[in-house]
């Protein structure tokens, strides 16, 4: 059990203010509260605004490289159209026509996953309904292997727009207390992704700052 003290701080500034619903999401309008990698992978995540109908949201295990201003994923299939590695995956939420309220808490456990392009998940999922998540992987983009939290380490990110043209709205870093602070290659390893704020709206929750760090379950106790 772990309290993101950060966070904390950061979601109380954001609860407070409020904004009204919009299709355009801010970094912080989305928030991650729990993510689990030992047995069935799971994640739970909270909207702090109103989502408009039809409103679509991102979760990727993919690692983002700065330098590149892309994807790992899309640095390595253009250096190496044959690599596989690093390949995560992508599932997409659409707002249903009622919308989803500001504080519904939606936890999303990742039953099965199926590898290709969009690839598939049967997904159990309490506070909104399963028909409203779709795969979403991309071979080229984020990877064709489906999105799975590493127990060594991993990251999730939360975004909107498209997956070639991210606007990110939140991110946790299991694998480490700290984001990268070059340009990654590793896997299950991310720079900062842009537009975030290290300990507000990207948090890092590993035990310490070295590779084996990581931490497998992590959620927000405050």
Not at 40 to 52: E, K, Q, S, Y
Not at 74 to 103: D, E, F, H, K, M
Not at 175 to 181: H, K, R, T, V
Request: proline share 5%.
């Amino acid at each position: 059990m772990m309290k993101w003290q950060p966070y904390f701080c950061g979601l109380l500034f954001v609860v407070v203010l409020g904004r009204p619903a919009a299709a355009q999401l801010m970094p912080g309008d989305i928030v991650v509260i729990g993510v689990q990698s030992d047995g069935t992978d799971r994640f739970a995540w909270v909207p702090l605004v109103d989502l408009v109908p039809g409103q679509e949201v991102y979760f990727t295990d993919a690692g983002w490289n700065a330098e590149a201003h892309a994807f790992q994923r899309q640095v390595n299939a253009t250096s190496n159209s044959s690599t596989t590695s690093p390949s995560g995956g992508a599932i997409r939420y659409t707002a249903p026509l009622q919308g989803l309220a500001a504080g519904t808490v939606v936890e999303v456990r990742i039953d099965r996953r199926t590898k290709g392009e969009p690839g598939a998940y049967t997904l159990t999922v309490t506070g909104a309904s399963a028909d409203d998540f779709f795969a979403a992987n991309d071979a080229d983009v984020v990877g064709d292997q489906g999105l799975s939290i590493a127990t060594t380490g991993d990251q999730l990110l939360v975004l909107t727009g498209s997956l070639l043209q991210p606007a990110f709205v939140f991110g946790v870093n299991t694998g480490a207390d700290q984001w990268d602070l070059g340009s990654t290659t590793a896997q299950h390893s991310s720079d900062l992704p842009p537009g975030l704020t290290r300990g507000l709206t990207a948090i890092a929750i590993g035990a310490g700052s070295d590779a084996g760090n990581e931490v497998d379950n992590g959620r927000y106790t405050g």
